[in-house]
């Protein structure tokens, strides 16, 4: 079993912050099977447990970027929830997970995402 992105990411955060898995499990009150289940893959990683990893590495000076590892969490569970989203957000969920769109024009649609949000971000400071 090949570890997954958010796998990556979080012991990526461990190494960092000289973390093991059983200083990071102790800590958020989980077994280290149960933590390392979550990186390789071998369990779906529950959501609410996302926000338990950001505060634990926010609290030993580590942030990831805003939603990085929900976002990383969902393609790891290969499910992204739906409910909350208005139905023009979910229907555009619904086509990209439907569509037939090459890498590169996933990649363009990102790119141009990413400059929405940071579009987004210069206004509110402006």
Same mark, same amino acid.
Request: glycine share 8%; charged share 25%; proline share 3%.
């Given at each position: +079993?090949? @570890?997954?992105? %958010?796998?990556?990411?979080?012991?990526? &955060?461990?190494?960092?912050?000289?973390?093991?898995?059983?200083? +990071?499990?102790?800590?958020?009150?989980?077994?280290?099977?149960?933590?390392?289940? +979550?990186?390789?893959?071998?369990?779906?990683?529950?959501?609410? %447990?996302?926000?338990?990893? #950001?505060? %634990?590495?926010?609290?030993?000076?580590?942030? $990831?970027?805003?939603? #990085?590892?929900?976002?990383?969490? +969902?393609?790891?569970?290969?499910?992204?929830?739906?409910?909350?989203?208005?139905?023009?957000?979910?229907?555009?969920?619904?086509? $990209?997970?439907?569509?037939?769109?090459? #890498?590169?024009?996933?990649?363009?649609? &990102? #790119?141009?995402?990413?400059? @929405?949000?940071?579009?987004?971000?210069?206004?509110?400071?402006?």
């Amino acid at each position: +079993m090949r @570890i997954t992105e %958010f796998g990556e990411a979080v012991r990526a &955060a461990r190494y960092e912050t000289r973390q093991t898995l059983r200083s +990071m499990s102790s800590a958020l009150g989980v077994s280290p099977a149960f933590l390392s289940s +979550m990186e390789t893959g071998r369990d779906k990683v529950p959501l609410d %447990f996302v926000g338990k990893v #950001e505060q %634990f590495f926010a609290g030993l000076g580590f942030l $990831f970027r805003k939603d #990085e590892l929900r976002k990383l969490a +969902m393609v790891s569970n290969e499910n992204a929830p739906l409910s909350g989203l208005s139905p023009h957000h979910q229907m555009l969920v619904a086509g $990209f997970a439907s569509s037939d769109f090459t #890498e590169d024009q996933l990649k363009m649609f &990102a #790119e141009a995402l990413d400059q @929405i949000h940071a579009g987004r971000k210069e206004s509110r400071h402006d």
